[in-house]
Each structure stands twice: as structure tokens, then as C-alpha cells.
């Protein structure tokens, strides 16, 4: 109950008369379009209320950017310059609904591709729906089921859980080594949902190839009110960093409530909440050097990248840059095939690499999917909180920082 | 007879229905899951509505039939069809279990100690993750259709199967109002004391009523697991959109009537999705804040549920044709 009450303070009379407005208006902008080459429709599902709307709304954010700007830039031109019309659906947090909005994308509004839904469990679902009905899916979510169930319609723009997992130790222990230290004992806090459990696995097993003893290993449930006890068994245990895997306000209590009690070993996070603006806002001074895990980062392209935060007044968050490439791959393949059909379009998906645009904003500078729909250049990296920004450190040869790493 | 030629027109309507539908779209998929609520509810309406106890647990029993379906195809290859009946001969073992201490509970206190129940039974799925694949969830595998295996491309067998789901629940629940059963459950409604004074087991009763809605629910979670085809621990042990869902459909269309659940969720079930079509793009979170307004309005306008309506409008049809 507490996921869907949460959001409802955000629902203001701006939002309701805007709501009301662009459903009055939306017949017009249909007939308007229909006057030119005909639309390629777009279904667009994410959590757009519930706790996980922010990440929606980031998701978003970045799809309408690029689809406004191709659109502005003539369309698609192998169909004679056909807008892209984006169908955006909530999911709300619950798999079974977001199925549902899939079946009605398809089948109501004709799509030929759907982009979503940032949290794993509801891409799962959805991917059952466009499997069955041959429409390609293009998501960001990276639990290891998506890819691992030899599906022929799903394309992960990013790299696995259990990889990011690896990576989010390997590159730790990295950064100690350079900083002229060694990590031998850690600690990992992860809340018990698809995401949280499928990236401590794969902390787990890289911690286990590099014979780091785990000193803690601790799932808590999402929503979590009181962090105290958990703190407190991390001050015990002597880790000598702490990998936390959450949401955002868990992993504002987690951090806080460790910084208030003078606890300064290294804090490494695992993406989603740890990499937006609003754990910074919520946290201040204690977010600075916090360390994290992403799956991409804005400052690796900031020519494009700028262009978001010009728009939308704070940094392409990784979410939102990753839908973007979805959508700009997405296109790249209808410009290829020549053709709005959904299995056409997944056939030119299928196997395919991509270069330019949005693509060179990924680590590997495109996109290249395998026969599991996976992007095989993807690689993760590691950000840290430099006064407000977050500054990619590691893999060395993408980095635009070094780190601050203090044990 | 003239009530049984009404019944008959009703299925035979409603066997209709789903043909006129895309069968692979998304008002079959609506319809469907409109089905299975509406005989979700009806199970729920044998102990809510016949034994008065305002069970908000239902979700363990569903889950447990959701689970050991797919576990088995999933690790034996078992049939769904023979999934279904374990699943329910373990939602009829659950469901004694907490039925045992629970039933001398009244009002409030039964209805919180069946809710723990259905939380506590999320808590085990997310955790024991070898067995039920944890947090994760669980997908059914996409096998060749088949009858046998419980597989289809197309949603249109599922509508079937989840109407004729309704119509053996409401049969059950019909044959449990009107027969012994049902009288002394109404017995044990009106006063409990004075329904063992003329020597009614009460206990027996009520644990019997618990056991068979324990039962159907989970055949039940069986077949909502095959047409969902994924789903994790908060789908299907979800207090809000299983347990309390549920119980406000019963409510909300008539509750003890065998009627008010199928109008109950021929009501819920399509404004719910209705709302989050119409609003989501815009403003997403307004559907539920407009379909709780609704909800509220319905209940100020009819507090004893749809029934009511559908009732005055029976006794005009009836009166004119008997005038």
C-alpha cells in the first residue's frame, strides 16, 4: 500500500488541467499528423506512479527527447520523413498490469516496438507479452532472466545484473590497488527485490574469484524505515567497503545513517538510486565521494548529454540516456529495413550493430546485440559524486576523474 | 424453471461473448482476468460472505496455487492441469492450518490474522529462492499449444477456461447457501451461542467453509499463473491488489449473494483498467486517485453493493411481464 501513496503528494491541479488538456487535444495532434507520411508508433511503458515513478518519469524524459529531435529533424526518412508518435502507458508496479498495457499497446495502438520498463520484474512480464506477438522490446532493466530465456523479440541495451555485480567489485578492488590499498573484507546490503538479489549474486561470486572474505551479507526489504540495526552489524563486522544495492530511499537512509555515525569506509552503490540527482539533493555534503556502479554515465558524451539538461534543468541520469539509445538504435533499424512492421523491424534488430548517434554516448561507442538480444559492448562503469556531478573513474580508459578512494 | 431458462441464456450469452473479441488482443485479455476475479471473489464470498468472516488473507491460498503449479511444470513437467488439484489440496492444508487458530477470532481480529498470513507467505516466497525462484519470480515456459499441457497462443481458450471456472464457483457456492450447510452458517451468523444450543458444530462448520475457499482459491492461482504467465511474490501474495481486491469486489457488487461478485467485477475490473488507458499518458497516478473516488461514490450510493440495483431492476422486468 505505502508504493502507491507514496507518489500521490506529487499529483497537483497543474497536472490534472494538463492531463485533462492533452486529453482534449489528443484527437487533433492525431489528425494532424495522419496529413503527412503515417506515424510510426512507439509504445513507451514505465512505472509512472509508485515508487519507482522517478525513474519512469527520468526513462521518459530521455525517450521524448529523442524522439522530439528526430521529428524535428525530418523523421524517418526511409518513410518518406514518418514521425515518431510515442504511446506512453503507466505500468504502475505491478507485472501483471504492465502485460496488460503491452497487450493494449499492441493491439489498440498498433505499435512497432515497445521501450520500457526500467524495473526488471515488469519488463519480464511485458516480454512475455511481445515475445508471443513477435514485437521487438527494447529495455534498459538487466536482470539476468531478460536475455536468459532465449527470447527472439527482446534487446537489452546494457549489460547483465550478474556483470554489473562483477564489475562493481572488480573495479572497487582496482581503485583500492591504486589508491596503494587492499580490500580483503567486505560487506554487502542489498534489498530483497528481482534487481537487488540478481546484482549481489554476481557481487557475491566475483568477491568469491577474488578471495575477499564477505564479512556481511544482508537482503532487507524494499521500503525499508529504520536502518539502524543494519549499520550497526556493518560497523561490527570491520568491512573495509561497503557495497550497498538499492532504490532511492533506501539508499538515502543507508548512507545517511552511516555517515552520522562516522563510518568512512568506502561506499560503493549499485546504480538506480545511488546515480540520480535526488540522492545528492536528499543527502548533501554526505554524498560527496559515495562511489557507484552504472551502467553508463553522461559525462562520457557530453555533447549529447548536454542537451538533456538544457531541457530538463539537471544531468542525463543513466535511465534516461539508456531509453534514449533504445530509441535511437530502434530507429536506426526501421531506417535499415525500410519497413514500420514489427517483425521486419526486430529481424533488422536481431544480431545487428549500430553506430552514431546516441550509441557513442555507451561505453564500446555502439550498440551490437547477440543472438540473446544482448548488448555485447557494453561495458559498466564506475561514477563517484564530485560536487554534484557524477564523474566517471573507472574503466581507466574511459575515466575523467580518478578517484578518491579513503580506507 | 422460468429461473433456470434465465441462467441458461446468461452462460450461453456469455459463451458468446468472447468469440466476437481479437482473439489475441486486449479486450479478451480484460474479459479474462474480468472472469477470474469475478470467480476469485465468489470463492472468497463462500467464507466472507456464508460465514461472515472477512477473511483479507486470500492471496496465501491464491499464491500457493499460482506456485505449486508452475514449480511442477517447471521442475517435473507436470501438467498445469494436474498442478492445479496439488496446488489446491495444498491451499486446503494452508487454509486449515490458519483456520484452526483463527476462527474464534471475530470482526477486526480475523480479518487482521488472516492478513498476516497472506504477508507471511510473501516473505517465504522471496526468501526460500532455490525453491520458488525468489524475488525474481517465476515464468511459465512458453511451450507448443496444447490442450494437455495447458498451453495456448491465444488468450480465447483462457476466457473459456476462466468462465467456466466461474460458473462451477458459483454453482458451489449456490448449492453451499442452499443446502444444510448454508442454514447453519446463517444460523451461526445471526447468533453464534444460539447455534450451538440447538446443536451446531460451529467450529466444524466454519473450518469446512475456510477448507473449501482455501481450495478453490488456489485452483484458482493456477489458472491466473498460466495466463499471466509470469509473476513474483508481490503479484500473487499481494495484500492490495489480491486479498483486499477481492473482498471489495465481493462487497462492492452484493456480498452473500451469488450475483454480487460477478457484478462486482464487471465493474472493477474494466473501470480500472479504463482509468489507467485514459489517464496514464498525461498524468499517471490520477487513475487511482479517480477510480477511488469512484469506488467511494459507489459505495455512498449503494452500500450494499450492486445487488440492490440489479435486484429493483429484476422485480420491474418481472412485475411488467407479470401485469
Given amino acids: 500500500m505505502s508504493k502507491i501513496s507514496r507518489n500521490r503528494a506529487g499529483l497537483s491541479r497543474r497536472t490534472l488541467l494538463a492531463g485533462a488538456a492533452s486529453v482534449l487535444a489528443s484527437p487533433m495532434v492525431i489528425s494532424s499528423a495522419r496529413a503527412q507520411a503515417k506515424p510510426v508508433n512507439v509504445g513507451v511503458i514505465l512505472p509512472l506512479s509508485g515508487a519507482n515513478a522517478q525513474f519512469g518519469i527520468n526513462s521518459r524524459n530521455g525517450i521524448e527527447l529523442v524522439a522530439d529531435e528526430i521529428n524535428a529533424a525530418g523523421g524517418i526518412k526511409a518513410l518518406g520523413g514518418a514521425k515518431i508518435n510515442l504511446i506512453v502507458a503507466d505500468a504502475t508496479s505491478t507485472p501483471t498490469t504492465a502485460g496488460t498495457v503491452a497487450q493494449r499497446l499492441i493491439t489498440q495502438n498498433e505499435v512497432t516496438a515497445i521501450l520500457g520498463a526500467f524495473a526488471s520484474s515488469l519488463t519480464i512480464a511485458i516480454s512475455e507479452v511481445t515475445e508471443r506477438r513477435d514485437i521487438p522490446l527494447l529495455t534498459m532493466s538487466f536482470a539476468d532472466q531478460i536475455t536468459g530465456r532465449g527470447f527472439k523479440n527482446i534487446f537489452q541495451v546494457v549489460a547483465k545484473a550478474s556483470a554489473i555485480g562483477k564489475a562493481q567489485l572488480d573495479y572497487s578492488v582496482a581503485l583500492a590497488q591504486a589508491a596503494g590499498s587492499k580490500i580483503d573484507k567486505i560487506a554487502i546490503m542489498y534489498e530483497d527485490t528481482a534487481y537487488g538479489t540478481a546484482q549481489a549474486g554476481g557481487l557475491r561470486a566475483a568477491a568469491k574469484a577474488a578471495n575477499i572474505e564477505i564479512a556481511m551479507d544482508d537482503a532487507y526489504p524494499l521500503g525499508i524505515t529504520d536502518t539502524t540495526p543494519l549499520i550497526n552489524k556493518l560497523r561490527a563486522s570491520g568491512a573495509q567497503a561497503v557495497f550497498p544495492v538499492s532504490y532511492l530511499n533506501d539508499s538515502l537512509l543507508l548512507i545517511r545513517t552511516m555517515r552520522q555515525q562516522r563510518i568512512t569506509i568506502p561506499a560503493i552503490g549499485g546504480a538506480a538510486g545511488y546515480v540520480i540527482p535526488d540522492f545528492e539533493k536528499g543527502l548533501g555534503e554526505f554524498a560527496e565521494n559515495v562511489l557507484s556502479i552504472a551502467p553508463a554515465n553522461y559525462d562520457l558524451a557530453p555533447d549529447l548529454t548536454e542537451r538533456f539538461r538544457k531541457r530538463y534543468g539537471y544531468f542525463m541520469v543513466h535511465e534516461a540516456l539508456e531509453h534514449a539509445v533504445a530509441l535511437d538504435v530502434l530507429v536506426q533499424a526501421i531506417e535499415k529495413v525500410k519497413s514500420a512492421k514489427a517483425e521486419d523491424v526486430a529481424a533488422g534488430l536481431r544480431g545487428a550493430k549500430f553506430t552514431g548517434g546516441w550509441t557513442k554516448a555507451m561505453t564500446g561507442g555502439a550498440v551490437e546485440f547477440d543472438s540473446t538480444g544482448l548488448n555485447v559492448l557494453s561495458v559498466p562503469v564506475m561514477v563517484q559524486w564530485r560536487n554534484k556531478e557524477l564523474v566517471t573513474v573507472w574503466p581507466k580508459d574511459v575515466a575523467k576523474g580518478s578517484a578518491v578512494w579513503k580506507s | ?323
Fill in chain 2, 1 to 323: 424453471m422460468k429461473r433456470w431458462i434465465a441462467i441458461a441464456a446468461v452462460i450461453a450469452v456469455a459463451a458468446v461473448l468472447p468469440l466476437l473479441l481479437n482473439p489475441t488482443g486486449y479486450w479478451i485479455r480484460i474479459l479474462t482476468f474480468t472472469l477470474l476475479f469475478a470467480a476469485m471473489a465468489q470463492v472468497w464470498n463462500i467464507i466472507g460472505g456464508l460465514a461472515n468472516q472477512t477473511s483479507l488473507g486470500h492471496a496465501a491460498f491464491f499464491g500457493i496455487g499460482a506456485y505449486t503449479s508452475t514449480i511442477l511444470l517447471l521442475k517435473f513437467g507436470l501438467s498445469p492441469w494436474i498442478g492445479m488439484f496439488a496446488g489446491g489440496l495444498l491451499g486446503g492444508i494452508a487454509a486449515l492450518i490458519i483456520a484452526v487458530p483463527t476462527m474464534r477470532l471475530q470482526g477486526h481480529y480475523f480479518a487482521l490474522a488472516t492478513l498476516a498470513f497472506g504477508e507471511v507467505m510473501r516473505v517465504i516466497a522471496n526468501v526460500w529462492t532455490p525453491l520458488t525462484g525468489g524475488p525474481g519470480g517465476l515464468s511459465v515456459p512458453f511451450m507448443p499449444p496444447s490442450v494437455a499441457a495447458y498451453s495456448f497462443k491465444q488468450l480465447l481458450p483462457h476466457a473459456y477456461i476462466a468462465l467456466i471456472a466461474l460458473i462451477v464457483v458459483t454453482f458451489i457456492f449456490e448449492a453451499i447457501r442452499r443446502g444444510a450447510m448454508g442454514y447453519r452458517l446463517r444460523a451461526i451468523k445471526e447468533n453464534a451461542a444460539a447455534a450451538e444450543v440447538i446443536g451446531i458444530d460451529t467450529t466444524k462448520v466454519k473450518l469446512q467453509t475456510a477448507v473449501i475457499s482455501g481450495v478453490l482459491m488456489a485452483m484458482l492461482g493456477t489458472l491466473y499463473a498460466q495466463v499471466a504467465v509470469f509473476f513474483d511474490p508481490d503479484t500473487v501474495f499481494s495484500a492490495a491488489s489480491i486479498s483486499i481486491r477481492v473482498a471489495l469486489i465481493a462487497i462492492l457488487g452484493g456480498v452473500g449473494t451469488a450475483i454480487g461478485p460477478i457484478l462486482g467485477a464487471l465493474f472493477i475490473i474494466p473501470v480500472e483498467e479504463l482509468m489507467n488507458d485514459l489517464f496514464s499518458a498525461s498524468a499517471a497516478g490520477l487513475s487511482q486517485l479517480i477510480f477511488g473516488v469512484i469506488l467511494i461514490a459507489v459505495i455512498l450510493w449503494r452500500p450494499r453493493g450492486f445487488i440492490t440495483v440489479f435486484d429493483a431492476m429484476v422485480a420491474r422486468l418481472s412485475g411488467r411481464a407479470g401485469s
